[in-house]
């Protein structure tokens, strides 16, 4: 019995431009994630650094308890008194605050840094993934409505010619070999167009909204497309 045509992968397009992309890598991408905590945490760093270099002032209120000895002759005796107080710390190691500071600022600087130069990674393999994934439809398109049909037609003329005896059989077998050329470069560019998409769907953290588009079925008995 004959064997079944394998199914050709699914040729898919999505439904998204770079910019959508890119914000879905920043929302998604753990290594982003985890920098935008260290950022903060170097933010947090720096700002207690600075505090502690400010003069620190304190108020409070307080009591003395006087256990209720009494003197005859005082006012308000066996009371215990309520006393206000007001409270000054100067920084004394200025050096060394001055220094944290620094780090602090540094650290925040860095992470700043190591995060803007990932972004800009992440973008530049976005445009590439979205380019080679827009290049792969193209090459799709292009083979399975024009030249595959083209490359039929021309095997449809030889084998006309050939039982008319104007062309030999190499000439029909070259068509048909040329047929099936092409046809190999389109099934390539069916699974290249499914790698770049789990690629892109990599990159992005999560599933990208397609819109499947069935490939040309295979005619039984040949190996040429139906559009």
Partial sequence: SNLPWPKSPQYQQISIDFSQLYAMIIQNNP?????????????STEKLAKKKSFPHFGIGVGYIDTAHARASGVDDSGKDPIIAMV??????????????QRQARAQLHQKTHEKTQMENTFAAKAQQL???FEDSNRK??????????????????????????????????????ILLRYELFYERKLAENAQKL?????????????????????QSGGSSYER
């Fill in 31 to 43: 290594d982003l994630q985890a920098l935008g905590y260290e950022i903060e945490a170097a933010r």
């Fill in 130 to 132: 979205l380019y080679e």
């Fill in 87 to 100: 409270s000054l710390t100067l920084p004394i190691w200025t050096g060394n605050y001055k220094a944290a």
């Fill in 198 to 218: 789990a690629k892109i769907e990599m990159l992005a953290g999560t599933q990208l909204p397609t819109v499947n588009k069935e490939p040309a079925k295979k």
């Fill in 140 to 177: 799709i398109k292009l083979y399975r409505d024009v030249i595959i049909l083209k490359a039929k037609e021309m095997l449809v003329a030889s084998e006309t010619a050939y039982q008319a005896g104007t062309i030999d059989f190499l000439s029909l077998i070259d068509a048909q070999r």
